[in-house]
């Protein structure tokens, strides 16, 4: 399975870096391979500077050996053996009026000293983070995120809906990050799915992506933007730097067992601004978007 | 002792921002007084878009009640009730010549039921974040240190200067934070000193702060600089806030804790880079800064 997954996930990062350098027309993401030294690596591939994308990652890695003592203590296991592999990505375009877009597909192993396998599953999901609130864009990554589900199960949505809505949430501000998306982790085989059903699954999500977000990107990316709404963004992208440095399980993960720095921290936004107590004023398009964050509404 | 250091620290506010306000020239603080609903609360005074000031906070606040249950874990107490206050300031230029400081002076006490104060202690110190290294800098900021501690004690500046290089470190990047300066905590009565002794002490420390940081500024404030320094300085100041999400524990603690969260965040920088794998050029200046960063020096 493991290798059947890395397999899947490197074509899709081909199929993901190759649709997004169409639709930017100017830059290309630059691959970096790089080595874990106690087993595995990765392949990051970075794009700045485009004509539409500021700042994006589209990363895999596959990596293994012992598991690393604060993850022992995390997952409530002892000395065992792991094999992790997974694509993360996030997109920051250049224009407020087009979203940022955070996606992430991965599969977990542990095995017993005798390197038998004891436990196996898929973890995952992706979100929208809008700095203006276009409700059309809303709806059509939700029915793309649903569409993807319902092949496989009636609830799964709903519930992966929820997930989402509760993990990507900024506590200390008392909003979500975005408009969410799908999220959800410990998809192991049970008495109603194989591993290979959950595999079906994530990969359904996997390949709905482009046709989530690029209908997206293409609406926004060319239209018109003051500096104030330039403003706006870049202090939007401040409570994304604060969710992915306070709260996001996976960065933290990243930082703290020694990962690859730079494909962990890729998912920061290029510029950001901190103002002291900012409100955007009432009523306007500014304060409609926080209301929705406080308030996570369905878009189906 | 609460009374008499929340004093001292009300006029030490009024102090800095007085000083700080004379090298602005321009911007004044703009002063929001908070109440905390379970007990106490703070003045947060905060200054943005002035001539040499970009941002910067200088707050006090006092705070009661029962302790919290993420500090009653912290501090390894049961269900008692507290009081802290506190003096926190972070100043970041705009120039990029010009160093960004931060301070704090802070005093807690803990009761057991009947009211009785069961624990007491002081806490704090200062340090300076350069984006451009100028020597002189560091030894006059460190000198100023060393004769606020030498008053009271031989090994306290050595003590706490080293306390200072290891708490202010970004683990994750190998490298401090800043060129460091005093860290000191659970500085409690003991067979030395009586509390008053150090209150004396960090009182002397926070009377130096000015002599410690206004001449940089001065020094620094209209030296000519380029894009590209400024560029420089925005990406240093994405690590700044690095260290304040991932690893500081006063921030961390405030988020957490239901503090008053744009008085904590006012640490954070207002204009911030992120850019992928970024590295200055061999023997440059910029190298020079991180090559100190990753091997904190003695300055006296």
Redesign the interface.
């Known amino acids: 399975m493991k290798n059947q997954f890395y397999s899947y996930i490197k074509d899709l990062q081909n199929q993901i870096t190759k649709g997004l350098e169409k639709v930017d027309g100017k830059a290309q993401f630059k691959e970096?391979v790089w080595k874990r030294s106690e087993g595995g690596g990765g392949r990051s591939r970075?794009l700045?500077n485009g004509f539409v994308i500021e700042?994006g990652?589209v990363n895999i890695s596959q990596v293994h050996g012992s598991l690393p003592e604060s993850m022992q203590a995390y997952f409530k296991v002892g000395d065992v053996a792991f094999s992790a592999c997974g694509l993360s990505l996030v997109i920051h375009p250049k224009n407020p009026m087009a979203p940022t877009v955070h996606a992430n597909y991965r599969y977990f192993e542990m095995y017993d000293k005798s390197g038998k396998c004891i436990d196996q599953w898929f973890g995952g999901g992706l979100d929208l983070t809008p700095y203006y609130l276009f409700e059309e864009d809303a709806k059509h990554f939700h029915k793309q995120c649903k569409q993807a589900c319902d092949e496989h199960h009636t609830e799964f949505y709903s519930d992966f809906k929820d997930k989402c809505d509760s993990y990507f949430y900024n506590a200390?501000?008392d909003e979500a990050r975005g408009i969410g998306g799908l999220f959800f982790d410990y998809l192991r085989a049970d008495k109603v799915f194989s591993i290979s059903d959950r595999y079906n699954f994530v990969s359904s999500v996997g390949d709905s992506f482009l046709e989530a977000y690029l209908p997206i990107l293409n609406r926004r990316k060319d239209l018109p933007y003051t500096s104030d709404q330039r403003n706006w963004q870049?202090i939007r992208r401040?409570r994304y730097?604060?969710f992915n440095?306070?709260h996001d399980k996976g960065t933290?993960f990243g930082?703290?067992t020694n990962g690859r720095?730079?494909s962990v921290?890729?998912s920061?936004?290029?510029?950001?601004?901190?103002?002291?107590?900012y409100h955007p004023e009432k009523e306007s398009e500014e304060a409609k978007l926080i209301s929705i964050l406080k308030n996570p509404v369905s878009w189906i």
């Open positions: 970096d970075i700045e700042k990652g200390h501000r870049e401040g730097v604060e440095l306070v933290l930082l703290k720095i730079e921290l890729m920061l936004p290029p510029n950001v601004q901190w103002r002291y107590d």
